[in-house]
């Protein structure tokens, strides 16, 4: 569990199933992300229990959203995260990534290197990995739309024989 001034983001469990589904399926939250998931794909995470990573919820328990951290397709260490829309706007995202961020190199010490990947279009997350101190390394298309890849180096006093 990790605490913010305003969020908790605590372990994601199958507690949690129905509001991640909610997000999987709403086409505004996956707007950006190739769309909404298919039946198929629901209840292929549904039998595998969820995706992991933390619901990010306020103080009172109302859960605005969830971010992961886990292995991208190039085995990099990558941040991914969705929130929803209701919550949008009030710096939740930026929180709760950030605190994420925060605990990664320390989660996974042999990385290097964090990554994340969002549609170009999608402005909101664009200006979200810039704030967190990320930077374009890479662009491509997939979806039918062009995704930027965002990258943050360890620091370097997290790495080998620097203090």
Do not use: K
């Not at 995704?147 to 620091?155: E, H, T």
Request: hydrophobic share 40%; charged share 25%.
């Amino acid at each position: 569990m990790v605490a913010t001034e305003r969020l908790v983001l605590r372990e994601a469990g199958t507690g949690d199933l129905t509001i991640l589904e909610r997000m999987w399926r709403d086409p505004v939250v996956r707007r950006h992300l190739g769309g909404p998931l298919s039946e198929e794909a629901v209840a292929a995470r549904r039998s595998a229990g969820g995706v992991g990573g933390f619901m990010a919820e306020l103080h009172s328990g109302e859960v605005v959203g969830w971010c992961h951290l886990g292995r991208y397709r190039t085995g990099e260490l990558e941040l991914s995260y969705a929130f929803l829309p209701g919550h949008w706007g009030r710096g939740y995202a930026r929180e709760a990534c950030g605190a994420i961020v925060g605990v990664a190199f320390e989660s996974f010490p042999d990385d290097a290197r964090l990554i994340a990947v969002t549609q170009e279009a999608n402005g909101r997350s664009v200006r979200l990995l810039e704030a967190l101190g990320m930077t374009r390394v890479d662009r491509f298309d997939e979806f039918g739309a062009c995704q930027v890849r965002y990258a943050l180096d360890r620091p370097l006093a997290g790495r080998a024989g620097h203090p």
